[in-house]
């Protein structure tokens, strides 16, 4: 059985860095994994993506240059450092893998196949 487990989230102050993690479990076939968020009554929004064969990351202009995606393929983990929190990051973050995942459709949620349960993500000023 595979799966994906998020970890990192907190309450941190504006401005400040945190790192979240995404475990994975099993052997989990993917051609990409990502981050998503999504803040109660309103869409899921793509955060960054990472190309999980050749490590290219791609990212919401949003979080551009504040963001940054990576991985420990060996350990079947993905990160995303986030720096310079704002409030509007206040949200919960949830990674995602998808096997036939490609750079044209790697902003849609509904193109993964597994989800991680999410990890709330609270910036106070």
């Known amino acids: 059985q595979v799966h994906l487990a998020e970890f990192g989230g907190g309450s941190v102050q504006a401005g400040a860095s945190l790192r979240l993690s995404c475990v994975g479990s099993?052997?989990?076939?993917?051609?990409?994994r990502t981050w998503f968020r999504q803040a109660p009554g309103k869409e899921r929004e793509f955060v960054a993506a990472l190309s999980w064969t050749h490590g290219d990351p791609y990212y919401a202009g949003s979080v551009m240059g504040r963001f940054t995606i990576s991985r420990d393929a060996a350990e079947n983990t993905m990160y995303l450092q986030m720096t310079s929190l704002q409030h509007e990051d206040t949200v919960v973050y949830y990674c995602?893998?998808?096997?036939?995942?490609?750079?044209?459709?790697?902003?849609?949620?509904?193109?993964?196949?597994?989800w991680g349960r999410g990890t709330q993500v609270t910036v106070t000023s």
């Open positions: 099993g052997r989990i076939q993917s051609t990409f």
């Open positions: 995602a893998a998808g096997r036939a995942v490609i750079s044209s459709n790697l902003r849609i949620g509904a193109a993964y196949a597994l």
